[in-house]
């Protein structure tokens, strides 16, 4: 398959349809970004790396950010984490609050907002630093040592926090928080707060592509687990849009509200679209449907 030829047309896709979404603006940094720009990267689980357009191009990757600390928890041997947090789709928004009062402050997922606040609680007991060891991960598979949380970002995010510190408050009020509330949000903020680009997701991301192996050829997760985190990201990684996502593109996925969209292709390798302008459910309409083009032209899919 001509890989370059593929991204191309998959971008020229979704061109058109940068417009029709809208940049997030709850966190204001955020909606500073240039909403035509537009990345999409593949990379093949020999560590190949393709891209067109804008791949380069560092963003905030917000929740794609929740893959990985659910995969250095699991890492951890922390299987424990399935009291704490579900693996059922929501069904509502990202960062709804309404499940938790009647299912007693366990999330339903590690992809809603709530749930990753409890995986970063989870992750702080067990490294001292969530939002380091995040960073310190996507440095070494993507080989990008300049990869950084942009403080500004992560300021913005804290200062418009409010809802963020009702679910954790909440969660806490449940005894679902090990580590104080101002300390797991500062390290949700520090992960999510990260720039990163599509080239270094993609890469990032292999070791799903592997069933669980880094790019080093050591074994980050076991090929169960590995199986788990991709078939909760296709149920939950796109929210209340995720069966969507599994019609159109056919793949687990996560998305983040800086317009990122990090899909796996189990056996074959990664893909990592980027354009700013989300829709409804908080998922990037460009990156969506380039990936949807791509994966419909070349049958790359799980099913
Ligand atoms: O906490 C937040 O709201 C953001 N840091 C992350 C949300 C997000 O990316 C949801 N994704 N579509």
């Not at 996560?254 to 989300?278: E, H, Y």
């Amino acid at each position: 398959m001509d890989y370059q030829l593929e991204l191309q047309r998959a971008v020229d896709a979704a061109r058109p349809l940068l417009t029709t979404g809208r940049v997030a603006d709850y966190i204001p940094a955020l909606g500073a970004v240039d909403p035509h720009a537009f990345g999409l990267a593949l990379a093949t689980v020999d560590g190949e790396v393709y891209g067109a357009g804008d791949w380069e191009v560092p963003f905030s990757v917000q929740s794609i950010s929740k893959l990985f600390t659910l995969a250095l928890t699991l890492a951890a041997g922390s299987e424990g984490i399935w009291h704490r947090v579900g693996r059922e789709p929501s069904g509502t928004p990202f960062n709804s609050l309404i499940q938790l009062e009647s299912e007693q402050g366990i999330p339903r997922n590690p992809f809603i907002n709530a749930g990753a606040v409890v995986v970063t609680d989870h992750l702080l007991t067990l490294t001292g630093d969530a939002g380091r060891a995040v960073r310190e991960f996507l440095r070494a598979e993507s080989g990008n040592p300049l990869l950084d949380t942009d403080p500004v970002v992560a300021g913005s995010e804290a200062a418009h926090g409010h809802r963020n510190a009702a679910l954790a408050h909440f969660i806490a009020s449940y005894g679902n928080l090990e580590n104080p509330v101002e300390a797991v949000l500062s390290h949700y903020y520090a992960h999510c707060a990260i720039a990163a680009s599509c080239r270094d997701l993609a890469l990032a991301g292999l070791f799903l592509a592997r069933h669980g192996v880094r790019t080093d050829g050591s074994r980050l997760l076991s090929r169960s687990d590995a199986k788990r985190i991709n078939a909760v990201l296709l149920t939950c990684g796109t929210y209340d849009a995720a069966g969507d996502f599994a019609f159109r593109v056919g793949l687990p996925g996560k998305s983040g509200v800086g317009g990122g969209i990090l899909a796996i292709v189990p056996g074959r390798g990664t893909l990592c679209a980027w354009g700013p302008a989300l829709d409804r459910a908080g998922n990037s309409v460009g990156a969506v449907a380039a990936l949807d083009a791509f994966t419909t032209a070349t049958g790359w899919s799980v099913f």
